[in-house]
């Protein structure tokens, strides 16, 4: 563990925790809402190790913390931290199983929330006025990004949502456990299966959760789920259109995004939970692409 924990006294702290954590844009974006409000707060990285995440967590809370962003890989276990007796989850934490923001409540007790799945709906919603309701949607991936965000898809109400996963089992298991948790009602279709199993007929919206383009890689599916009037999104975020926005465009997709403004939705969702202030976004998307792009 980093010795970042030997703060200044201050009555605002707050902190991203992950691993790696160095390139993180939390401290940026957290640091441009408060500005926004001329709330005084302190907001570091701290890089945690394998195994040491909860007893990070509670040396952050014993000096006097107010709150964390939970980033890779320790989202699931924020979870479970919060799980235990005297914690709290917010619904949808509960229901994606993952947290990615804690506040400190009195006598240290941690609420954990989820705020991917709402950032990313605000940011194909408000942002890009892309609709979800009564739309055929296909989601790529099915690990912890995916999770995270199925839950606020589905309260959108598509027509259908499809997951599609190389590891299919994967996908049918979180359709499955999505369906049980009472999402698919509504005549809302939720459905699992590998790529070779996917519809050849164009989607509406298509989003990418996979990891694969980390590795500059692509889902192996096939380009018939395209179509002119599909719009795609990439929750993973560059500098220049990622591979997979390249690859939709260049089989005649409409339109395409990456997830810069979820990363900067999900991050004023947090900054709300924590200050009840509700930040402009806009300035902030427009300050970390300019940097992003040069
Ligand atoms: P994250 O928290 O980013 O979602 P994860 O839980 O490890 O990370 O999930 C990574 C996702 O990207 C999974 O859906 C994974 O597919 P598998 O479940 O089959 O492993 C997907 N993924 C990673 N690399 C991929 C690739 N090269 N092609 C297709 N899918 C890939």
């Known amino acids: 563990m980093t010795d970042l ?19 993180s844009q939390s401290p940026r974006i957290h640091r441009l809402f408060a500005r926004q409000f001329g709330i005084d707060m302190e907001y570091r990285r ?31 276990e924020a979870w479970q931290l919060c799980r235990r007796p005297g914690n709290r989850l917010s619904a949808r934490a509960r229901h994606a199983q993952a947290v990615n923001t ?23 919603e408000n942002n890009l006025g892309w609709g979800i309701a009564g739309r055929r949607v296909l989601v790529l991936g099915a690990g912890g990004a995916v999770r995270g965000v199925a839950g606020a898809l589905l309260e959108r109400r598509p027509d ?5 996963n190389r ?22 279709g939720v459905a699992g299966c590998g790529y070779q199993q996917l519809e050849r007929t164009a989607f509406d919206l298509i989003i990418n959760g996979t990891s694969a383009s980390l590795g500059g890689g692509l889902p192996e599916m096939d380009a018939g789920c395209i179509g002119t009037h599909s ?32 990363l900067v939705e999900q991050a004023a969702a947090s900054f709300h939970l924590w200050h009840d202030r509700r930040p402009d976004t806009a300035p902030v998307i427009s300050a970390l692409r300019a940097t992003l792009s040069t």
């Open 160 to 164: 259908s949502l499809t997951i599609a």
């Open 102 to 124: 804690l506040r400190f409540d009195r006598k240290r007790a941690l609420f954990g929330d989820n705020t991917d799945g709402i950032g990313m709906i605000r940011d194909l």
């Open 46 to 76: 701290i890089q945690v190790d394998t195994g040491g995440f909860a007893q990070a967590v509670s040396h952050f809370a014993a000096r006097g913390g107010a709150g964390l962003n939970i980033t890779v890989p320790f989202k699931v």
């Open 5 to 23: 924990f030997d703060f200044q006294a201050h009555a605002n702290r707050f902190a991203v925790m992950g691993n790696p954590v160095e390139h």
């Open 167 to 188: 590891t299919a089992p994967k996908a049918q298991a979180l359709a499955g456990r999505l369906s049980a948790d009472g999402f698919g009602g509504n005549g809302i």
């Open 231 to 262: 719009v795609v999104y990439d929750m993973m975020y560059a500098g220049s259109p990622t591979v997979f926005m390249r690859w939709a465009c260049a089989n005649g997709a409409g339109q395409a995004s990456d997830g810069l403004g979820m």
